[in-house]
């Protein structure tokens, strides 16, 4: 498998800079893996697509004000982006320098606090708070949102809300599991009322979710490992779905990550976990059935994970529609549904 393989043209105005005027006034191209079959739809038909008995999985990580901007002794501009938060005080973390910090240095966020490195581990860096709060009260402080790279902005007050989910819960991600952040509580609510079990992972987004591939053959990518929990509530209300004959559907390709990689021995776990999964077609699904997703980068790991659900022939061509009707991509772009396609 050649990363040319999951190339497509995507011309730079299809790229979403701000969200909707409302969550749920988006597109939804509805794609069956199975036939090969295309539908445009409206997010606001998504009611229509699921029945009762269904359930929905949705991924509760809440998007940490991450990106931070320092200054070395030497009075070198540094910028932080904190990958993964460890305790109240250590971090492991990207820093973009001219010069490479060295360990023992100090970068300087405020007049008195700031992140000292200790050690680097390939392109992270561990790093300690120097303040008298906790890390995620000071970064809250003196953090910005980290919007992804292909947002041509400075985060704005239409971001602090909207690059969140309204279920957001458990704070540690760095990048929005975007697929959700078309619901809102009204959809959510009418959902429920039908009877729809709506349910839920953790899984702390990295920023590694934006690293390219950068080796011809994509079996040979590593993936940065990202912390997920899945409870125990959420493996029982699978099973009761499987049991009945529902459906289960991640919302947002971190949901699906999560629950794959609690299955890797054959059977959905409940519990905690490191996972570096890399989906690529070929992939055996043993949870998932259907997956709400947002459009993605080409070449990236997203994309070649909906080529893995859905067929790759099949994604190809969805993207290309996508295109030609003017879909508005990645982030605060337009929805996918996707019924997988059979092995």
């Not at 701000?18 to 090969?36: K, T, V, W, Y």
């Not at 990048?175 to 992972?201: I, N, Q, S």
């Not at 080529?307 to 030609?324: I, S």
């Amino acid at each position: 498998m050649k990363i040319s393989d999951f190339d497509f043209h995507l011309p730079d105005e299809l790229i979403a800079q701000f969200p909707a005027e409302q969550r749920r006034h988006s597109r939804m191209l509805h794609l069956d893996g199975r036939s090969g079959e295309l539908r445009d739809r409206m997010f606001t038909e998504f009611a229509d697509c699921v029945r009762a008995g269904d359930v929905l999985v949705f991924n509760d990580t809440r998007v940490i004000k991450a990106r931070l901007f320092a200054t070395k002794d030497s009075g070198g501009k540094v910028e932080v982006l904190l990958e993964r938060i460890l305790d109240e005080r250590h971090a492991l973390a990207m820093i973009r320098a001219s010069h490479a910090p060295k360990p023992d240095s100090f970068l300087r966020v405020t007049q008195d606090s700031g992140l000292t490195v200790l050690a680097r581990s390939n392109d992270l860096y561990k790093v300690r708070l120097e303040a008298e709060q906790p890390l995620l009260e000071w970064l809250d402080k003196h953090g910005s949102l980290p919007l992804p790279p292909y947002i041509g902005r400075v985060p704005g007050n239409i971001d602090e809300s909207r690059y969140q989910t309204v279920y957001a819960a458990k704070p540690g991600a760095v990048a929005a599991p975007t697929a959700g952040l078309h619901f809102d509580e009204d959809m959510l609510a009418m959902l429920r009322d039908m009877g729809v079990k709506l349910a839920y992972v953790t899984l702390h987004v990295g920023a590694g979710t934006f690293q390219p591939v950068r080796v011809d053959d994509v079996r040979e990518h590593q993936m940065h490992s990202e912390w997920y929990h899945v409870p125990q509530e959420t493996v029982d209300a699978i099973a009761a779905a499987k049991a009945a004959g529902g459906r289960v559907l991640a919302v947002g390709t971190t949901s699906l990550r999560a629950l794959e990689s609690a299955a890797g021995q054959g059977a959905l776990h409940s519990g905690y976990g490191e996972t570096n999964l890399f989906i690529l077609p070929g992939y055996e699904f043993r949870v998932v059935e259907r997956l709400f997703t947002n459009f993605h980068l080409p070449k990236s790991t997203l994309f070649m994970l909906v080529c893995a659900f859905g067929g790759t022939l099949n994604m190809r061509r969805a993207y290309r529609h996508a295109v030609d009707e003017c879909y508005r991509f990645f982030s605060y772009g337009d929805a996918m549904l996707i019924e997988r396609q059979e092995a």
